[in-house]
């Protein structure tokens, strides 16, 4: 049963959740993008098939992270700088923690 909408209620909390929905949204289109350019991959053996480089994807992709430590803090760090050098660049005062 759908729930009737409390015109009196203030949906602040509902707008920051749909608001963090939508970023988190945009900041992994280039991470998929990237993703599916990597499942696309052949090698350039005629000898091998579709199969075999799928495998050899999938056997890396499975292992990937636990190569890099600070794999999740590198990107949160690139995402992070670029986002403070735009909002420097717009001459805002205060800073992000």
């Not at 090698?43 to 190569?67: C, I, P, T, V």
Request: proline share 1%.
């Amino acid at each position: 049963m759908k729930k009737q909408k409390d015109l009196f209620k203030n949906d602040k909390e509902e707008r920051c959740l749909d608001l963090k929905k939508q970023i988190y949204e945009e900041l992994t289109k280039p991470f998929r993008e990237a993703c599916l350019r990597f499942v696309d991959l052949r090698h350039d053996s005629s000898f091998r098939n579709e199969l075999e480089d799928l495998q050899d994807l999938f056997d890396y992709a499975k292992y990937h992270h636990g190569n890099y430590s600070n794999y999740e803090e590198s990107h949160f760090n690139i995402i992070k700088n670029g986002f403070t050098t735009f909002w420097n660049n717009r001459k805002y005062n205060g800073g992000w923690r």
